[in-house]
């Protein structure tokens, strides 16, 4: 599997294109629910958006990651488009403040699998010494996704309605799952389900040889959850209508380095690209809390971007590095526990400390500077057991 077409086949191809319209999917609603949420009643809720969405996430990995080495990738996946494709059509229904937040607790089940499955299959079809460069390439679609998403979404909603958004959201869920019925399965030793699959042991909770990379993302996922949380808010403080234009700057500078940062972490090593992300990861937040203007507002949303295109894959291949080999899916899981965990404690506390108030922006903002150099910090004082298969 060292040969180039082993990494760009037909398997592959799917795959990104699913995980494209899957993060299209519940991405496309992002920009809008914080005032939709306002306009239910609940304001002082925003925090919760993206909180309670990322909670029910990373509470589901260790199961989907032990469904993943057990049942197989693929029903993993497909169970967190399913979720992603019932949610597009209840957020119409959901009129109270309680039925809104329930659901985006409910809706947390879909990137506690989806992801965790993708990422499992990857490593089983990707040979060690290109997992960077495939990393990056999913990524990018990913990315794709995401930037398509929230533009997508917010153009719906103002020239159709809220409703047509949601609608929306599961047609792009529903079409992943179609496009995975055309994938093999990668696990070969595969079991029916089981109840008893969903009893986890201890050890089934968390992979400890991935602590390091998770510590990494942990500190820097902060920064996405800050940003998903109160941007939307900053927008329309800067006069911008379009409440996904940050998100549209932001995934295009992801977009564009994610393949080079990935070969270059197979290249280099992981640390060395993660040290640059780490401190473009910093300066890009710390220029977010400052901009008092759109263009500055948007080239903050490039740095950010970059940092983040260079940061997740790079971590992502770091984790399949460190993981064992029929343990993957385990492994995946603890990383994305540890996203989650940094994803829904930056939505939690951005929302405490903004308040709705437009002077706090700049604090929220700079807390996750502030978490962004102690990654940088934690990646020079490395054990050498984590740097092992990291070069």
Not at 229 to 257: C, E, H, Q, Y
Not at 333 to 349: F, N, S, V, W
Not at 350 to 372: C, K, M, P, Q, T
Request: with cysteine.
């Amino acid at each position: 599997m060292s040969d180039y077409k082993s990494i760009y086949n037909l398997q592959f191809g799917l795959l990104c294109l699913s995980s494209f319209l899957f993060f299209s999917s519940f991405n496309m609603i992002i920009p809008e629910l914080p005032s939709y949420l306002e306009s239910l009643g609940g304001g002082e809720y925003k925090g919760l958006i993206i909180a309670l969405f990322t909670l029910t996430a990373g509470l589901s990995r260790p199961f989907s990651g032990k469904l993943a080495d057990k049942v197989g990738r693929i029903p993993v996946m497909i169970f967190g488009a399913v979720v992603c494709f019932i949610c597009g059509f209840l957020y119409p229904i959901a009129s109270s403040v309680f039925l809104f937040l329930l659901l985006r607790f409910f809706h947390g089940f879909s990137t506690g699998f989806k992801p965790t499955g993708t990422s499992a299959y990857v490593a089983d079809v990707v040979s060690a010494s290109r997992r960077g460069e495939a990393m990056g390439v999913l990524g990018l679609c990913g990315s794709l996704g995401m930037a398509s998403g929230p533009a997508i979404g917010s153009l719906v909603a103002n020239h159709f309605s809220l409703d047509m958004m949601f609608y929306s959201s599961s047609v792009a869920a529903i079409l992943s799952i179609v496009i995975l019925a055309g994938m093999k399965e990668t696990l070969e030793d595969r079991h029916a389900f089981r109840v008893s699959f969903l009893k986890l042991n201890k050890e089934e909770i968390f992979e400890p040889r991935v602590i390091a990379p998770c510590i990494v993302l942990l500190l820097t996922a902060f920064s996405f959850g800050i940003v998903l949380t109160i941007t939307p808010d900053f927008s329309d403080t800067l006069g911008i209508k379009n409440r996904g234009l940050f998100f549209t700057f932001f995934t295009i500078a992801s977009v564009a380095v994610r393949f080079f940062a990935g070969k270059a972490s197979d290249k280099y090593g992981r640390i060395q690209v993660l040290k640059v992300s780490t401190i473009l990861l910093a300066i890009g937040m710390l220029m977010l809390g400052l901009a008092d203007s759109i263009p500055l507002f948007l080239t903050s949303a490039i740095v950010f971007g970059l940092a983040t295109g260079m940061n997740t894959p790079t971590i992502f291949a770091w984790t399949i590095d460190l993981s064992h080999e029929k343990h993957r899916g385990r492994g995946m899981a603890t990383m994305y526990i540890a996203l989650e965990a940094g994803i829904g404690l930056g939505a939690l506390l951005s929302g405490w400390i903004y308040g709705n108030d437009s002077g706090h922006f700049v604090f929220a903002y700079g807390l996750g500077a502030v978490l962004a150099l102690l990654a940088f910090v934690y990646l020079f004082f490395l054990p050498k057991a984590q740097l092992a298969t990291s070069k």
